[in-house]
C-alpha cells in the first residue's frame, strides 16, 4: 500500500498543475450505450501503434490514472458507473489501441466524456495499455448503471 502511495504521489507531482477537470457532467447515458463514437476514428488514427506494447509496466502506470482520472464515471476496473459506460464491452476491447487513443484525445464532449488531450501522449497510451488489460466482460451492462 504504502509502494502505491508513493507512486500514486509521484504522478500526482508529475502532473503537476495542469488542469484536467471534465468539461462537462454527464447526464446519465441510457442503458442501450452504442458506443458509435469509437467507429469516427479516421484511418490514420486507428493505425497508430502503442509504443508501449510491450511495457508491462505501461499497464500499472495507466492504472494509477485511471484510477486518478477515470473510476470516478467508469468504475473500478471500468466496470461502468453512474455517468460512464463499461469499458469491457467488446465494442471497446475489440477496437486497435490507435482508435481508444484519438477517442481519448478528442473525448465525446457533448454526451459527457471529457477531452483528454492535456495528459501527456504518453499518458494516454498507458491508459490504452490498461484499458486494455481489463479484457471483455460481456455480463456488465453497457450502460451506466442505475
Ligand atoms: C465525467 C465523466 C467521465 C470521465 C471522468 C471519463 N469518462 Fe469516458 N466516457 C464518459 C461517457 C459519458 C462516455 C460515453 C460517450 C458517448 O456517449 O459516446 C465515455 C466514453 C468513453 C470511451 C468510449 C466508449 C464509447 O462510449 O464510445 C472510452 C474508451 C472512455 N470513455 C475512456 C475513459 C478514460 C480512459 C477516462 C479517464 C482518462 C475517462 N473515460 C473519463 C464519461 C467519462
Given at each position: 500500500m504504502n509502494n502505491r502511495m508513493l507512486a500514486l504521489a509521484f504522478f500526482v507531482v508529475s502532473l503537476g498543475p495542469m488542469s484536467v477537470l471534465p468539461q462537462k457532467r454527464a447526464s446519465a447515458a441510457d442503458s442501450?450505450?452504442?458506443?458509435?463514437?469509437?467507429?469516427?476514428?479516421p484511418a490514420r488514427a486507428r493505425a497508430r501503434?502503442?509504443?508501449?506494447?510491450?511495457?508491462?509496466d505501461a499497464v500499472i502506470a495507466g492504472q494509477i490514472l485511471f484510477s486518478d482520472h477515470c473510476t470516478e464515471c467508469h468504475g473500478t476496473a471500468g466496470g461502468g458507473g453512474k455517468k460512464g459506460p463499461s469499458l469491457r464491452r467488446p465494442e471497446v476491447q475489440n477496437v486497435p489501441d490507435g482508435t481508444l487513443f484519438w477517442l481519448l484525445t478528442n473525448g465525446v464532449a457533448w454526451r459527457g466524456m471529457p477531452v483528454w488531450?492535456?495528459?501527456p501522449e504518453a499518458q494516454r497510451w498507458q491508459l490504452v495499455r490498461y484499458l486494455k488489460s481489463l479484457g471483455v466482460n460481456d455480463g456488465l451492462k453497457a450502460g451506466p448503471k442505475p
Open positions: 442501450s450505450h452504442d458506443y458509435s463514437e469509437l467507429n469516427k476514428a501503434m502503442n509504443p508501449f506494447q510491450n511495457d508491462p488531450s492535456k495528459l
